[in-house]
């Protein structure tokens, strides 16, 4: 008892050293801002509206309702506090560390073994994607009820075996496995690798050459997780695809799809062993000179052959050395969501991907090598290069986790080790112009634009900081450029009509704001653009102000009523419609919000409307 306590502090403390630093690290503004800084209703706190919203919301393609519930509770006692919502990933990763160590003792009984498992586990430097990036809270929160499910599956079935009341447990790993996928939708092999338990050590199946009919009950038994399973499957790429996450086979085909599966699946071998050049964006392989080069057949073959040996040589050594078969195909099975069968995103690969798989590689390899180096001073010596290789993996582990204090640290770190990467150049764009630095920004931007001259986000990203910069006829242009390659695109024409505003061309303003309504007729910032011209332009035969309320009313309605600005616009709306009473209610609403969110400019420029509204004026620029 007093070992296995001091295998989990041990655990426990060492990783809370290793990532402590981390706690004073920035945002890395690649979707940590859609937790932390720019969703209201998050950055509310614990209301029952921020509280819906977290249940329904889909951000950043993913629908994860107990993580968007994590960040209410961190900003409802800490703020908007990027230190805190790192301590938050620091300590679920360390308490994860702890329930491996206390699942596999539970299922094996060897302490030893099982503390090596979870330190290779918590020290890898696989781990500090999961770990240091504020947004992948998802990970380590799955993880953290995905090792709770298998830990009340193990309980269920000792119980069982001792003829003890199991049902319970039973239950409590089904409602951990609920919370895992409402988390992170990657638990959904749950099902899969406790088949594997099944199996080994639990051996409730005896091998895989006995007849099929032993696992007919322990793969009934577990109907309710295979049904949440598809459930979930099916939910996911609902989600994914309405956010057009998944790209079509049209952009990316079926070969180099199979390709990257294939040799991803070794790869990830590869860093598991040696784990070096170590980016947050892998690209995925285009061509033969990208970071992930598509192999030639021949490699491709090989690869696919060697994966099937593999398969085929555990399964044969079951009898005798069963925990290879579970670790490997526990590496296997828990890839599947991942690997690019369903390709979602642009990256070909990513470390945050290994945080299940890389447990079953864990556990073959310290199984293997504890039981075939049996002799006294085998192990010794074994004892001696199991404590060098882990610090060598804390000390690699210290060193990836530097990368990540900011954005621009991190990415540029990813376009070293990538060479042409599009997407690390968008966002060391995003990080200079946090830093202010807007040059630099412009010249990320021109670089992705250069490298990927067909895709509008280069384009919207340089048009912005040409504006932001006072450039407005070359941003004008580059905005330009952006629409001949994607005419709907909304956010380009919201771009361009901002920048030809400020060029005195207000007709073709208009013509823009129109466009970017048409093509996303549900967008806030479209709707409210376009009623703010249509309210306040100083050509009076351009304004139409009952357009302008409906129009600002939906915007108000889509965002909650939550948006200072918005409310504003409808009040300027209203004004312009000659509603003025109403218009003054609005605007003190407008008021009121603004106080509320400490916005202490749009207070007093709403104040100042609020005046004009009240003496039946409307405001028009």
């Known amino acids: 008892m ?58 950043v393609g993913n629908w994860h309702p107990v993580t968007n519930l994590t960040f209410l509770a961190t900003h409802e006692f800490f703020g908007v506090n990027p ?64 090792l709770l499910a298998l830990l009340a599956y193990g309980e269920s079935v000792k119980n069982a075996a001792l003829k003890r009341r199991s049902t319970v447990f039973f239950i409590l790993s089904l409602l951990a496995y609920v919370l895992a996928l409402l988390s992170k939708p990657m638990a959904v092999t749950l099902h899969l690798v406790m088949l594997l338990l099944d199996v080994w050590p639990l051996k409730k199946v005896q091998g895989l050459r006995f007849k099929l009919s032993s696992w007919q009950r322990p793969v009934l038994e577990k109907w309710p997780f295979l049904l949440l399973t598809l459930v979930f499957c099916v939910v996911t790429f609902w989600v994914q695809h309405n956010a057009a996450a998944i790209s079509s086979t049209d952009r990316i085909g079926l070969e180099p799809r199979l390709t990257n599966i294939i040799s991803s699946y070794l790869r990830y071998l590869g860093k598991t062993v040696w784990p070096s050049d170590l980016a947050i964006i892998y690209p995925f392989p285009v061509n033969d000179h990208s970071y992930l080069a598509l192999w030639p057949a021949w490699q491709v073959i090989a690869a696919a052959l060697a994966l099937i040996f593999f398969s085929i040589l555990t399964i044969r050594k079951l009898p005798y050395q069963p925990y290879l078969a579970v670790g490997w195909f526990w590496y296997l099975i828990t890839l599947l969501p991942v690997i690019g069968i369903v390709q979602v995103g642009n990256q070909g690969m990513a470390d945050r991907y290994t945080y299940i798989p890389m447990i079953g590689l864990a556990l073959a390899l310290v199984w293997w090598v504890t039981e075939t180096f049996t002799h006294k001073h085998a192990q010794t010596m074994l004892a001696g290069l199991t404590a060098l290789w882990l610090t060598g993996l804390i000390w690699l582990t210290a060193g990836q986790l530097n990368y990540w204090r900011d954005t621009v640290t991190l990415l540029s770190h990813a376009v070293d080790i990538t060479g042409d990467n599009y997407l690390a150049q968008l966002n060391i764009g995003v990080g200079h112009e946090h830093q202010n630095n807007m040059r630099r920004a412009i010249v990320c931007y021109r670089t992705a634009v250069a490298i990927y001259p067909t895709g509008p986000e280069g384009y919207r990203s340089l048009g912005r900081v040409l504006g932001r910069t006072g450039q407005y006829a070359a941003a004008a242009e580059t905005y330009e450029a952006g629409l001949a390659l994607a005419p709907t695109d909304t956010e380009l024409h919201l771009g361009l009509a901002d920048t030809l505003s400020h060029l005195g061309r207000k007709a073709e303003t208009l013509e823009h704001l129109e466009a970017a309504v048409r093509y996303s007729p549900d967008l806030p910032e479209a709707l409210n653009n376009l009623a703010w011209a249509l309210a306040t332009t100083a050509e009076a035969g351009s304004r139409n102000g009952s357009r302008a309320v409906t129009l600002a009313q939906h915007a108000c309605d889509l965002t909650g009523w939550k948006k200072t600005i918005y409310v504003g616009t409808l009040a300027a709306a209203q004004a312009e419609a000659g509603k003025f009473d109403e218009a003054s209610a609005t605007a003190q609403r407008a008021c009121d919000l603004a106080s509320k969110n400490g916005e202490t400019e749009l207070l007093q420029r709403n104040q100042e409307l609020l005046a004009l509204y009240r003496n039946h004026r409307a405001y028009h620029e």
């Open 83 to 146: 230190g805190a919502e790192h301590f938050l990933n620091i300590a679920i990763h360390a308490t994860n560390a702890v329930l491996l160590f206390l699942l596999l003792y539970r299922l094996t009984g060897a302490s030893w073994r099982s503390f090596v498992v979870a330190a290779i586990f918590a020290w890898h430097p696989l781990r500090v994607e999961s770990v240091a990036w504020i947004a992948e809270r998802k990970d380590v929160l799955c993880v953290f009820f995905f």
């Open 2 to 59: 007093r070992r296995n306590l001091f295998i989990c502090l041990l655990l426990a403390g060492v990783t809370l050293g290793i990532y402590w630093p981390a706690g004073h690290f920035d945002l890395i503004y690649l979707d940590d801002p859609y937790f932390v800084t720019e969703n209201q209703d998050i950055n509310n706190g614990l209301t029952w509206h921020g509280v819906m919203a977290a249940c329904t919301s889909v951000i």
